[in-house]
Protein backbone atom coordinates (compact mmCIF):
# COMPACT_ATOMS: atom_id res chain seq x y z
CA UNK A 1 0.00 0.00 0.00
CA UNK A 2 1.12 3.68 -1.16
CA UNK A 3 0.98 6.73 0.98
CA UNK A 4 -1.69 8.01 -1.35
CA UNK A 5 -4.26 5.64 -1.55
CA UNK A 6 -8.08 6.38 -1.73
CA UNK A 7 -11.24 4.84 -0.10
CA UNK A 8 -13.76 6.36 -1.35
CA UNK A 9 -16.96 6.29 1.00
CA UNK A 10 -19.97 7.57 2.74
CA UNK A 11 -20.19 8.63 6.38
CA UNK A 12 -23.02 6.73 7.02
CA UNK A 13 -22.26 3.90 4.36
CA UNK A 14 -22.01 0.45 6.95
CA UNK A 15 -20.07 -1.15 4.04
CA UNK A 16 -17.18 2.19 4.21
CA UNK A 17 -17.47 2.06 8.23
CA UNK A 18 -15.84 -1.69 8.32
CA UNK A 19 -12.98 -0.20 6.01
CA UNK A 20 -12.59 2.87 7.99
CA UNK A 21 -11.98 0.33 11.14
CA UNK A 22 -9.98 -2.11 10.05
CA UNK A 23 -7.53 1.16 8.71
CA UNK A 24 -7.52 2.38 12.17
CA UNK A 25 -6.77 -1.25 13.52
CA UNK A 26 -3.89 -1.12 11.53
CA UNK A 27 -3.01 2.13 12.33
CA UNK A 28 -3.49 2.93 8.60
CA UNK A 29 -4.47 6.05 6.71
CA UNK A 30 -6.28 6.72 3.25
CA UNK A 31 -7.46 9.83 1.38
CA UNK A 32 -11.48 9.82 1.79
CA UNK A 33 -13.05 10.39 -1.05
CA UNK A 34 -17.22 11.23 -0.33
CA UNK A 35 -19.83 9.84 -2.34
CA UNK A 36 -23.16 11.28 -1.28
CA UNK A 37 -24.95 8.58 -1.24
CA UNK A 38 -28.64 10.23 -0.48
CA UNK A 39 -27.88 12.54 -3.55
CA UNK A 40 -27.32 9.70 -6.10
CA UNK A 41 -23.74 10.57 -6.69
CA UNK A 42 -22.79 6.72 -6.78
CA UNK A 43 -24.65 6.64 -10.09
CA UNK A 44 -23.47 9.46 -11.63
CA UNK A 45 -21.34 8.96 -14.61
CA UNK A 46 -18.31 10.22 -12.78
CA UNK A 47 -18.52 7.99 -9.90
CA UNK A 48 -19.48 4.78 -12.15
CA UNK A 49 -15.95 5.31 -13.97
CA UNK A 50 -14.59 5.05 -11.02
CA UNK A 51 -16.73 1.67 -9.69
CA UNK A 52 -19.01 0.54 -12.24
CA UNK A 53 -21.08 -1.31 -9.66
CA UNK A 54 -21.94 2.34 -8.37
CA UNK A 55 -20.88 1.20 -4.51
CA UNK A 56 -19.03 2.53 -1.71
CA UNK A 57 -16.64 1.28 -0.33
CA UNK A 58 -13.55 1.17 -3.17
CA UNK A 59 -10.23 1.51 -2.96
CA UNK A 60 -7.77 2.94 -5.59
CA UNK A 61 -3.85 2.59 -4.95
CA UNK A 62 -1.92 3.57 -8.26
CA UNK A 63 -2.85 1.59 -10.56
CA UNK A 64 -4.44 -1.38 -8.28
CA UNK A 65 -8.79 -0.86 -7.52
CA UNK A 66 -10.54 -2.83 -5.52
CA UNK A 67 -14.47 -3.20 -4.49
CA UNK A 68 -16.30 -5.33 -1.75
CA UNK A 69 -15.37 -4.35 1.69
CA UNK A 70 -14.17 -7.69 3.21
CA UNK A 71 -11.67 -8.04 -0.13
CA UNK A 72 -10.15 -4.36 0.60
CA UNK A 73 -9.95 -6.05 4.66
CA UNK A 74 -8.62 -8.83 3.91
CA UNK A 75 -5.93 -7.40 1.57
CA UNK A 76 -5.19 -4.95 4.20
CA UNK A 77 -5.05 -7.60 6.61
CA UNK A 78 -2.85 -9.76 4.31
CA UNK A 79 -0.22 -6.45 3.30
CA UNK A 80 -0.25 -5.26 6.82
CA UNK A 81 -0.17 -8.40 9.15
CA UNK A 82 -0.29 -6.67 12.28
CA UNK A 83 -2.15 -6.63 14.15
CA UNK A 84 -4.09 -9.60 12.21
CA UNK A 85 -7.63 -9.26 11.68
CA UNK A 86 -8.53 -13.15 11.77
CA UNK A 87 -7.56 -15.26 15.01
CA UNK A 88 -4.97 -18.10 15.44
CA UNK A 89 -6.62 -21.27 14.46
CA UNK A 90 -8.64 -22.24 11.36
CA UNK A 91 -11.83 -23.16 13.54
CA UNK A 92 -11.22 -19.09 14.51
CA UNK A 93 -10.91 -17.89 11.42
CA UNK A 94 -13.69 -19.77 9.76
CA UNK A 95 -16.55 -18.65 12.54
CA UNK A 96 -14.68 -14.86 12.25
CA UNK A 97 -15.72 -15.42 8.37
CA UNK A 98 -19.30 -16.74 9.04
CA UNK A 99 -20.20 -13.62 11.73
CA UNK A 100 -18.71 -11.69 8.95
CA UNK A 101 -20.68 -13.14 6.28
CA UNK A 102 -23.75 -12.88 7.87
CA UNK A 103 -23.80 -9.09 8.25
CA UNK A 104 -22.10 -8.91 4.76
CA UNK A 105 -24.05 -11.12 2.65
CA UNK A 106 -27.27 -12.08 4.30
CA UNK A 107 -28.01 -8.78 6.40
CA UNK A 108 -26.65 -5.98 4.72
CA UNK A 109 -27.75 -6.39 1.06
CA UNK A 110 -31.56 -6.46 1.53
CA UNK A 111 -31.66 -3.34 3.51
CA UNK A 112 -29.09 -1.49 1.29
CA UNK A 113 -30.09 1.96 0.22
CA UNK A 114 -31.32 0.80 -3.43
CA UNK A 115 -33.00 -1.75 -1.88
CA UNK A 116 -34.74 0.61 0.35
CA UNK A 117 -35.28 3.68 -2.77
CA UNK A 118 -36.84 0.45 -4.99
CA UNK A 119 -39.41 -0.15 -2.25
CA UNK A 120 -40.17 3.25 -2.12
CA UNK A 121 -40.71 3.53 -5.91
CA UNK A 122 -42.97 0.52 -5.82
CA UNK A 123 -45.07 2.42 -3.19
CA UNK A 124 -44.00 0.92 -0.02
CA UNK A 125 -43.85 3.25 2.61
CA UNK A 126 -41.19 4.96 5.09
CA UNK A 127 -43.28 2.94 8.52
CA UNK A 128 -43.04 -0.36 6.35
CA UNK A 129 -39.18 0.16 5.12
CA UNK A 130 -38.45 0.13 8.38
CA UNK A 131 -40.13 -2.81 9.62
CA UNK A 132 -38.35 -4.64 6.74
CA UNK A 133 -34.80 -3.66 7.70
CA UNK A 134 -35.25 -4.41 11.05
CA UNK A 135 -36.82 -7.62 10.24
CA UNK A 136 -33.91 -8.74 8.07
CA UNK A 137 -31.22 -7.37 10.76
CA UNK A 138 -33.41 -9.23 13.68
CA UNK A 139 -32.66 -12.71 11.76
CA UNK A 140 -29.38 -11.96 11.11
CA UNK A 141 -28.35 -10.56 14.44
CA UNK A 142 -30.27 -14.02 16.32
CA UNK A 143 -28.18 -15.93 14.30
CA UNK A 144 -25.05 -13.98 15.22
CA UNK A 145 -25.87 -13.58 19.05
CA UNK A 146 -26.46 -17.69 19.28
CA UNK A 147 -22.91 -18.30 17.70
CA UNK A 148 -21.54 -15.46 19.80
CA UNK A 149 -23.17 -16.98 22.97
CA UNK A 150 -20.79 -20.23 22.70
CA UNK A 151 -17.60 -18.06 22.06
CA UNK A 152 -15.20 -15.59 24.72
CA UNK A 153 -16.29 -11.84 24.89
CA UNK A 154 -16.01 -9.40 25.26
CA UNK A 155 -15.35 -9.06 21.57
CA UNK A 156 -16.59 -12.09 18.90
CA UNK A 157 -13.75 -14.19 19.69
CA UNK A 158 -12.45 -13.57 23.01
CA UNK A 159 -9.89 -10.39 23.98
CA UNK A 160 -8.91 -8.63 20.61
CA UNK A 161 -11.17 -7.69 17.82
CA UNK A 162 -11.35 -9.21 14.44
CA UNK A 163 -13.09 -9.10 10.94
CA UNK A 164 -16.43 -10.16 12.86
CA UNK A 165 -16.42 -7.25 15.52
CA UNK A 166 -15.09 -5.14 12.13
CA UNK A 167 -18.85 -6.09 10.91
CA UNK A 168 -20.97 -6.52 13.66
CA UNK A 169 -20.17 -2.91 14.99
CA UNK A 170 -21.32 -0.97 11.69
CA UNK A 171 -24.38 -3.24 11.69
CA UNK A 172 -25.53 -2.10 15.34
CA UNK A 173 -25.45 1.84 14.03
CA UNK A 174 -27.11 0.46 11.21
CA UNK A 175 -30.31 -1.66 13.59
CA UNK A 176 -30.27 1.63 16.11
CA UNK A 177 -30.60 3.97 13.12
CA UNK A 178 -33.50 1.74 12.22
CA UNK A 179 -34.76 1.56 15.56
CA UNK A 180 -34.54 -2.40 16.12
CA UNK A 181 -34.56 -3.37 20.01
CA UNK A 182 -31.48 -4.55 21.07
CA UNK A 183 -31.84 -5.88 24.19
CA UNK A 184 -32.27 -9.03 23.43
CA UNK A 185 -28.87 -8.91 22.05
CA UNK A 186 -26.41 -9.12 25.23
CA UNK A 187 -23.21 -10.41 23.60
CA UNK A 188 -23.94 -7.87 20.52
CA UNK A 189 -24.29 -5.10 22.62
CA UNK A 190 -21.00 -6.40 25.05
CA UNK A 191 -19.04 -5.71 21.43
CA UNK A 192 -20.06 -2.69 20.31
CA UNK A 193 -19.75 -1.84 24.21
CA UNK A 194 -15.89 -2.79 24.06
CA UNK A 195 -15.55 -1.63 20.90
CA UNK A 196 -16.23 2.18 21.93
CA UNK A 197 -13.84 2.22 24.02
CA UNK A 198 -11.25 1.63 21.17
CA UNK A 199 -9.82 4.61 19.22
CA UNK A 200 -10.03 2.72 15.78
CA UNK A 201 -13.07 2.12 16.34
CA UNK A 202 -14.48 5.19 17.52
CA UNK A 203 -12.41 7.28 15.08
CA UNK A 204 -14.21 5.44 12.34
CA UNK A 205 -17.65 6.06 14.09
CA UNK A 206 -20.18 7.97 11.26
CA UNK A 207 -20.51 11.00 13.10
CA UNK A 208 -16.81 11.82 13.35
CA UNK A 209 -16.73 11.54 9.43
CA UNK A 210 -15.53 15.16 7.43
CA UNK A 211 -18.97 14.28 5.32
CA UNK A 212 -20.87 13.96 8.73
CA UNK A 213 -24.33 15.74 8.55
N1 LIG B 1 -20.94 -5.97 -0.51
C1 LIG B 1 -20.51 -4.61 -0.66
C2 LIG B 1 -21.66 -3.67 -0.39
C3 LIG B 1 -21.39 -2.26 -0.81
C4 LIG B 1 -22.64 -1.43 -0.64
O1 LIG B 1 -23.75 -1.89 -0.94
N2 LIG B 1 -22.47 -0.19 -0.14
C5 LIG B 1 -23.61 0.66 0.11
C6 LIG B 1 -23.38 1.55 1.29
S1 LIG B 1 -23.21 0.62 2.78
C7 LIG B 1 -23.86 1.53 -1.10
O2 LIG B 1 -22.94 2.00 -1.72
N3 LIG B 1 -25.14 1.76 -1.40
C8 LIG B 1 -25.52 2.63 -2.46
C9 LIG B 1 -26.88 2.28 -2.99
O3 LIG B 1 -27.50 1.34 -2.49
O4 LIG B 1 -27.29 2.97 -3.92
C10 LIG B 1 -19.33 -4.33 0.28
O5 LIG B 1 -19.23 -5.01 1.30
O6 LIG B 1 -18.52 -3.45 0.00
Redesign the pocket.
Known sequence: MSDHATLYG?YR????Y?VRIALGLKGLSADNKFIH?RKGE??GPEYLKVNPA????YWIDGSFHL????AIIEYLDETHPEPPLLPGNAEQRAIAREIALTV?SDI??IG????L?RLNQIGVDEPTRNAWSQHWIKLGFDAIEARLRELPGPFALGDRPTLADICIVPQVFNARRFGLDLAPYERIRGIDAASAKLEAFAAAEPGRQADAE
Open positions: YSTAARLQTGLVPAQSLAHPNLRVN
